[in-house]
């Protein structure tokens, strides 16, 4: 369901949530391959930690989410989303 959203939210023409002006080919794969970047965040990552039980994370791969979590961050800002 959430990588569904993200789909619906970064995909379409226009997407309901640019991160550029989508002029250009490269504009308009930058934006397909965000979008296809936070759907796997959901399924990959949120997702086992929302229905699994007892999960737990050692000390590097919690870095390594904070990370892909600040990068995506840092793009919906850039993008003016906030």
Not at 44 to 52: C, D, L
């Amino acid at each position: 369901m959430a990588a569904a959203l993200m789909m619906r939210a970064f995909g379409g023409n226009p997407p309901k949530l640019p991160l550029n002006p989508g002029m250009t080919a490269s504009e308009r794969s930058e934006q397909d391959g965000y979008k296809f970047i936070f759907a796997g965040t959901m399924l990959g990552i949120r997702n086992p930690r929302g229905h699994a039980t007892g999960l737990v994370d050692d000390p590097d791969t919690c870095l390594d989410h904070l990370s892909l979590t600040s990068m995506l961050l840092r793009k919906l800002e850039d993008a003016g989303l906030r």
